[in-house]
């Protein structure tokens, strides 16, 4: 779908747990640039081939890649890419650079350590869950971007925002002319994981307000259809954010509890208990104790002064 005069989208149907993630195209003199790579592995590097033809598109025609953040879905092909292109710049946020370089870092921005501290005898490892689903590979960033940079991608000049919450060097893309929004995965069709090393809530809802400031029309997500009401929806991903920190509170008020005592305030299925569960409850505990709202002792949470 050609959204603008040279910018295209490329847009990945909702299938599976984990969905290579869709593209923005643009052209310029030099050939095309790409927002995100999408997925590894072979099925999901066929199905980013056939939407570039779709579009009669030249994936050989990519000079550079511009990556959100180091998630397998997001980028996960770039080792294809890498070696079809012959040249190809890729670029990166300074924040999620080592994460691209070294993957295993993500055990940490996922807090992967969480699911052991608060369910013995469990273990949760994200690359292992990649490599079922959706393959990552590593690269070496030829690109450093910082938030306040601006770039040039053909006819249009994007600003660099740092988004953090759902992953430490997350950007999203702002084209104040056409005002278009490029957001990755903080919106789109549902609120993302946020984890305490990446942002947590407080990352979350501040990435929000930056979104708040800009004159949007129209909001380009990694996943999901394109989005024209664009304020009423992040407000209301912002909203779910406060929901939850609001149930999590009427949970505490009464006896103090404990961390897994406290899931079910968050999450109904408990299958979604360790993860993303774990990683978004410790997430809201930091900034409730942060605000000085809740207090720990003891292995156990309760609000402050009761």
Avoid: W
Avoid at 237 to 243: C, D
């Amino acid at each position: 779908m050609e959204l603008r005069k040279g910018i295209y989208f490329l847009q990945v149907e909702k299938k599976g747990i984990v969905d290579s993630s869709s593209l923005v195209v643009i052209r310029d003199e030099q050939g095309l640039i790409c927002l995100e790579v999408g997925g590894g592995g072979e099925e999901n590097i066929n199905q980013t081939l056939a939407l570039f033809e779709q579009e009669g598109l030249d994936v050989s025609e990519v000079h550079t890649a511009i990556i959100s953040h180091t998630h397998a879905d997001h980028m996960g092909a770039i080792g294809y890419f890498r070696d079809r292109i012959p040249g190809l710049t890729v670029v990166d946020h300074e924040v999620d650079a080592p994460y691209m370089k070294d993957n295993t870092l993500l055990l940490r921005a996922f807090d992967c350590d969480l699911v052991a501290e608060h369910f013995p005898g469990e273990r949760f490892d994200i690359l292992e869950f990649y490599a079922a689903l959706c393959p990552i590979s590593e690269t070496q960033p030829d690109r450093i971007v910082l938030e306040g940079d601006t770039l040039t991608c053909g006819a249009y000049t994007f600003d660099v925002i740092h988004t953090p919450g759902h992953h430490p060097g997350h950007i999203s893309l702002y084209e104040p002319k056409e005002k278009i929004l490029f957001v990755g995965d903080m919106v789109g069709m549902e609120v993302p994981f946020y984890t305490p090393s990446s942002g947590g809530a407080e990352g979350y809802l501040a990435s929000m307000e930056k979104y708040l400031a800009l004159d949007v029309e129209l909001i380009i997500p990694s996943h999901g259809d394109l989005i024209e009401n664009t304020r009423e929806v992040i407000e209301d991903a912002a909203g779910k954010v406060r929901r939850r920190e609001e149930r999590l509170l009427k949970g505490l008020d009464g006896p103090p509890k404990t961390f897994t005592d406290l899931l079910p305030d968050l999450f109904r299925s408990p299958a979604q208990f360790m993860f993303p569960g774990a990683a978004v409850l410790a997430s809201h505990l930091k900034k409730l104790k942060n605000d000085g709202v809740v207090q720990e002792e003891d292995g156990k949470y309760r609000l402050s002064g009761s």
